[in-house]
C-alpha cells in the first residue's frame, strides 16, 4: 500500500514561515522525483516545487527565493521550507511522487494535501 502523508500546514501571517513535511511508504522513495504543488480555490494546480531522484531544485518563479525544497532518503521524507509567506501563497498544498524516467516512469501518486493559509 503507497501512502505519502504531509504535514505542517497551519495559519500564518504574512511574512511568516511554515515547513511542510511529505513521509512517503509502500515506494522505494529513491527511484522517485518528488514534488510539491499547490491549489487555491478556482486556480489550477501548479507546481511549486520539485526534487529529482538526484535532489537537483526546481522552483516556481512565483516561489523561486522564498521556498526551498529538501529530500532526505533515509527517511522517505521530503520538505517544503517556506519562507516570506504571502497571501498568494494559500492554497493546499500536495506532496506528488513521480517515478523516474530511468526505472520506467508514468507512475504518480499523491498525498492528501495539507492547507496553508496565509492572513493578517
Known amino acids: 500500500q503507497v501512502q505519502l502523508v504531509e504535514s505542517g500546514g497551519g495559519l500564518v501571517q504574512p511574512g511568516g514561515s511554515l515547513r511542510l513535511s511529505c513521509v512517503a511508504s509502500?515506494?522505494?522513495?529513491?527511484?522517485?522525483?518528488m514534488a510539491w504543488y499547490r491549489q487555491a480555490p478556482g486556480k489550477e494546480r501548479e507546481q511549486v516545487a520539485l526534487s529529482t531522484i538526484a535532489s537537483v531544485a526546481v522552483y516556481a518563479d512565483s516561489v523561486k527565493g522564498r521556498f526551498t525544497i529538501t529530500r532526505d532518503n533515509d527517511k522517505d521524507t521530503v520538505y517544503l521550507q517556506m519562507d516570506n509567506l504571502t497571501t498568494e501563497d494559500t492554497a493546499l498544498y500536495y506532496c506528488?511522487?513521480?517515478?523516474?524516467?530511468?526505472?520506467?516512469?508514468?507512475?504518480?501518486?499523491w498525498g492528501q494535501g495539507t492547507q496553508v493559509t496565509v492572513s493578517s
Open positions: 506528488k511522487a513521480e517515478l523516474s524516467g530511468i526505472f520506467g516512469g508514468n507512475v504518480d501518486f
Open positions: 509502500g515506494i522505494t522513495f529513491g527511484n522517485y522525483h
